[in-house]
């Protein structure tokens, strides 16, 4: 594994600080679907919510909800009661899972690109980048194809060959992939894992 950190990963050396953060704003992945999902929900409650209130003021209640009913229950429940205890380790548990869908940062469909200027922001898509290292590392001689994944900062590449053997294979292939990447400078640091499949035989 190579990790491309003393040619992509430091921002110390030339980057403009304010140009990345508006590159990793610019490109930080988004939960929407969560808060699609919880606006949905608290819309709804709003909704059904205000509709009783309006009724019931206006002298005849929808019950949409069994409000009496509810009501009732409350004012007998009390905190040690088994179902109240329940109902509250439930809320509490969505409570967390909502705030842990809000600060663990989704899966990025974009790769930064450092430009050094505030007012350019320069992005590559996963496809587009497996695309470029994948033509990197069959440019390689003795390579016949080549797989590529990218998770996060770690690239993957799995390449064939017809060579029974050939031990600087995978270091070739690992040296065409930096340079490939030194020519597209991603705003972070990538970490890279080559594999080597040999002809059986």
């Known amino acids: 594994m190579t990790t491309v950190e003393e040619v992509l990963g430091r921002p110390d050396q030339g980057v403009d600080p304010r140009a990345r953060r508006v590159a990793v704003h610019t490109f930080r992945p988004r939960r929407s679907w969560p808060a699609v999902i919880t ?5 709804v409650v709003a909704v059904v919510a205000a509709a009783e209130v309006i009724s019931a003021l206006a002298g ?3 019950r949409l909800v069994p409000v009496d009913a509810a009501a009732g229950y409350a004012s007998t429940a009390t905190w040690s009661t088994p179902s109240v205890q329940i109902a509250s380790a439930v809320l ?3 409570g967390l899972a909502l705030i842990v869908a809000a600060l663990t940062p989704g899966q990025g469909r974009w790769t930064a690109l450092r430009t050094d200027d505030p007012a350019l922001v320069v992005g590559l898509t996963r496809p587009a980048l497996r695309r ?3 033509a990197a590392a069959e440019d390689v001689s003795g390579v016949d194809d080549a797989h590529v ?9 799995h390449v064939r060959t017809g060579m029974r053997e050939s031990e600087d294979l995978p270091l070739k292939v690992t040296a065409a992939v930096e340079r490939r990447l030194e020519e597209l400078a991603p705003l972070r640091s990538m970490r890279i894992a080559t594999h080597v499949r040999y002809a059986e035989g």
């Open 39 to 43: 606006s949905l929900v608290i819309l």
């Open 60 to 62: 005849s209640p929808l």
């Open 92 to 94: 509490a548990l969505i």
């Open 132 to 134: 470029a290292v994948s």
């Open 149 to 157: 994944t990218v998770r996060g900062n770690r690239i993957r590449v």
